[in-house]
């Protein structure tokens, strides 16, 4: 039987959410039925390292989106792929104008956010008139299937809904060989927060809660980088937060998760947060904003964590004071993820609709 080739496309392979659900894709697919490519803007990224090694990465060597699409078409055309399955709601829009080029080969948009709150620049937008054009749009979340269905006039028989799978295998294994870290105090509650420094994951916001924890024993660990990282050194420093300590991207953020007493979720919007799932993953409470994206298909209330609107600077504080004074079971917390959002459970649905489209 002839096996069904998949070129998935990426800009890269940093470590975030989109990055590591393709590579997760792209390792697991059944090798009997499918076999998958990852096409790159650039070949660099933490997530390298975890990609099977019979996974072609091709490599267009390209630093901007805008200057990509003529060698991808050029890649599709000459390697006529059964299916392309663009992973980056970017390339996703340019993309779509073009899908009609290539009548034998379908196409699949996977939406990393909720489009409405996320793409504001309006030469991407128009793109958005052609989204139809793709054989299927893979939602994360019911709030991102809404808005591509009444914002967007995308016909609901195009878009399926699929879930982020937790590679509980992968995390396991990474917190096995975890210390605790270092800056963790042992008399203090160690809260932790993880995401790219940017106006959407709402950090300004989490710094405003813990100027109302100063004088608590609690200690605020912030993992990433991104554009906002000196506005957000300034907001620290002006706010006099000791207790807040900004760690940049992290290679093993499980380490940080499996010895946190909290995790916290601070985001504008979402699509369906990965690192919502893995710090449950880890056995880690959480308490995330109540913010469009898939967050209340993640939390069980007082389960596997809670929702509050972080906008209430001093409820979310209190908030977490609350939950700090109380112990939560790990291990039910992590059979909360892994009932639901397990890699295999998952992969069961994606390989349905790459099967179904080439029928």
Known sequence: MKKISVIFILPDLETGGAERIVTTIANHLSRDRFEPKILLLRKQGGYLNFLNEDVEIIDINTERIRHSLKPILAEIYRRKPDIVFSGYGEVNAYLSLFIKLFPRTKFIARETNV?????????????????????????????????????????????????????????????????????????????????????????????????????????????????????????????????????????????????????????????????????????????????PGGINEIIQNTINGEISDIEDHERFSQEILRILHQNYDKEVIKSSIKSRFSKNMIMDKYEKVLLDLVK
Do not use: W
């Open 115 to 291: 489009v409405t709150k996320h793409v504001t620049r309006k030469e991407i937008k128009f793109f958005y008139n052609f989204y139809n054009n793709y054989h299927r749009i893979i939602a994360q979340s019911d709030d991102m299937m809404k808005d591509l269905i009444k914002n967007f006039r995308i016909k609901s028989d195009k878009i399926v809904k699929i879930n982020n799978p937790v590679d509980f295998d992968f995390i396991e294994d990474k917190m096995a060989s975890s210390q605790k870290p270092e800056n963790f105090k042992y008399n203090y509650k160690n809260v932790v927060a993880i995401g790219n420094l940017s106006p959407r994951k709402g950090f300004d916001n989490l710094l405003k809660v813990f100027s109302r924890l100063k004088n608590e024993n609690i200690l605020l660990h912030i993992l990433g980088d991104g554009k906002d990282r000196e506005m957000l050194h300034q907001m620290k420093d002006f706010l006099g937060l000791k207790n807040v300590i900004f760690h940049g991207r992290q290679e093993n953020p499980y380490e940080f998760l499996k010895y946190a007493d909290l995790f916290v979720l601070s985001s504008r919007y979402e699509g369906f947060p990965n690192v919502l799932l893995e710090a449950g993953a880890c056995g880690t409470y959480s308490l995330a904003n109540n913010c």
